[in-house]
């Protein structure tokens, strides 16, 4: 099983944000989450930025044989900035090992792709 994560940049102005500025809490997504937390398990909706986005997937995610949670690709403009999407990754999903892969189109970069 794996994940592949795609969420809206934000539109065309994600490239207002400058070169190597765009990070997973550049990322809103509007969604109707199931409250589990609660004894009336309301539905309430509440925007999600790109982090919880992670977390949320990768609780999702089976555990490996060796404990780390793997199988996870999260597709992002070509501006992120790698170092801030680590931190993030580290912090907020425990993930200690990713690997970037970028995508050339006619000699211009044009998106990351990020493993975990």
């Known amino acids: 099983d794996g994940?592949?994560?795609?969420?809206?940049?934000?539109?065309?102005?994600?490239?207002?944000?400058?070169?190597?500025?765009?990070?997973?809490?550049?990322?809103?997504?509007?969604?109707?989450?199931?409250?589990?937390?609660?004894?009336?398990?309301?539905?309430?909706?509440?925007?999600?930025?790109g982090q919880e986005l992670l977390r949320l997937a990768c609780r999702?995610?089976?555990?490996?044989?060796?404990?780390?949670?793997?199988?996870?690709?999260?597709?992002l403009p070509r501006n992120t900035n790698g170092l801030m999407v680590a931190q993030s990754a580290h912090s907020v999903a425990g993930l200690k090992a990713l690997e970037f892969e970028q995508q050339y189109l006619c000699s211009k970069l044009k998106t990351i792709t990020i493993y975990a």
């Open 3 to 49: 994940v592949f994560l795609s969420p809206p940049w934000g539109g065309s102005g994600y490239e207002k944000i400058g070169p190597c500025h765009f990070d997973l809490s550049c990322i809103t997504v509007d969604s109707t989450l199931n409250d589990m937390n609660t004894a009336t398990n309301l539905v309430k909706e509440q925007p999600v930025d």
């Open 60 to 75: 999702a995610l089976p555990t490996t044989t060796s404990g780390s949670q793997r199988r996870l690709a999260y597709f």
